[in-house]
């Protein structure tokens, strides 16, 4: 299994960045996605989780801003980040499930791609 995020970058606050995950090596269109973040000296936090099925679930402080999608075909998961906000920053890592709805835990985690919200 494989995971690679890409699309971080630095970005003033109210600005938008869109991240991806290429997956590779299972199938992907049976797994729950996640996306998790870890700020410095904070622990990593669950940010958004969509279940093989698109069902969709997001921590409290990004709802209305991000949205998690996946294009099955493709095997890719994606974050789209509006409204940032510096409190936002920190290295994003996609994850797969291991179940198809997600809740279950995640097995497999990518290296992360570092996002910086300036204000």
């Known amino acids: 299994v494989q995971l690679q995020a890409s699309g971080g970058g630095l970005v003033q606050a109210g600005g938008s960045l869109s991240l991806s995950c290429a997956a590779s090596?299972?199938?992907?269109?049976?797994?729950?996605m996640t996306w998790h973040r870890q700020a410095p000296r904070k622990e990593r936090e669950l940010v958004a989780a969509?279940?093989?099925?698109?069902?969709?679930n997001y921590v409290d402080s990004v709802k209305g801003r991000f949205t998690i999608s996946r294009d099955n075909a493709k095997n890719t998961v994606y974050l789209q980040m509006n409204s940032l906000k510096p409190e936002d920053t920190g290295v994003y890592y996609c994850?797969?499930?291991?179940?198809?709805?997600w809740g279950y835990g995640m097995d497999y985690w990518g290296k992360g791609t570092q996002v910086t919200v300036s204000s």
């Open positions: 994850a797969k499930g291991r179940r198809a709805g």
């Open positions: 090596g299972f199938t992907f269109g049976s797994y729950a």
């Open positions: 969509i279940s093989s099925g698109g069902r969709t």
